[in-house]
């Protein structure tokens, strides 16, 4: 999994901006890990857990493990001065409290230590890079938004699929999904197309964008796999998309159109323009 959304990462760089995408030249190449709350786990061997029962605990994002005097293992808050310094400046990110961390450590190890608050329940990995003015995202400009999101998101699979040869980019599943898009004559090509161009295609090819549209949510929805994006799991598609698109913030908050916190496959499907019938909890395989 983690593979496939780094890969989608290295990609986004392009994004939408330019809809040709073309991998390792995002220069915010950040594996999703780096946003993930969730618990690493890596293998160690038995000698090693005897000698230190930390080696094999795991801590979430922001912790870090300990042994208290029974030498009993247990996640501590990370003090923020032992994160390694950041050596550029795209390791840098922007906390919704537009303060601006040195790296995604110091930004977690803070929240950790303003856990059980208001403020730490309310402070988010905004995006990466120091925090910078965005623009205002008017509502002609929101529309737009989907329309190149689908676009790329479409254009990722395919890209995935033509490289798949035996590095399991996609599943045979997904493969077969992605082939019908491939093989189909129609199909709109990569290019900087225009807005009326790609709302057309959407119109024209609607059936081509339901697999990305439900791909991309399985993609995000893993921690847990409920059906349900939290601003955690949104963040390896939100973070190094913010300061290239100006829109994002709005259009993931509008997406929640319930404003539960939430954005359930029936409302990311919706702000994607699918229509009601095509949100299929079978299609995220
Ligand atoms: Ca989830
Ligand atoms: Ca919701």
Known sequence: MKVWIFFVLLVAGHAMAAPEPEVGTNPVQVEVGD???????????VEDIVDNPCLNYHCKKGKVCEVDEGNTPMCVCQDPSTCPPAD???EHVCGTDNKTYDSSCHFFATKCA??????????????????KYIETCLDSELNEFPLR???WLK???VTLYERDEDNNLLTEKQK????????????LQAGDHSLDLLAHDFEKNYNMYIFPVHWQFGQLDQHPVDGYLTHTEL???????????H??????????????????LEEWASCFGLKEQDVDKDLII
């Open 149 to 151: 999101m689908r676009d």
């Open 155 to 157: 254009n990722v699979l």
């Open 114 to 131: 303003l856990e059980g608050t208001k403020k730490g329940h309310k402070l988010h990995l905004d995006y990466i890079g120091p925090c």
């Open 235 to 245: 963040a390896p598609l939100r973070a190094p998309l913010i300061p290239m698109e």
């Open 176 to 187: 077969l999904r992605v082939k019908k898009i491939y093989e189909n004559e129609k199909r």
């Open 247 to 264: 829109c994002t913030t709005r259009f993931f908050e509008e997406c929640d159109s319930d404003s539960d916190k939430y954005i359930a």
């Open 88 to 90: 550029a400046e795209f």
């Open 35 to 45: 946003f993930d709350e969730a618990i690493d786990v890596e293998e160690e061997t």
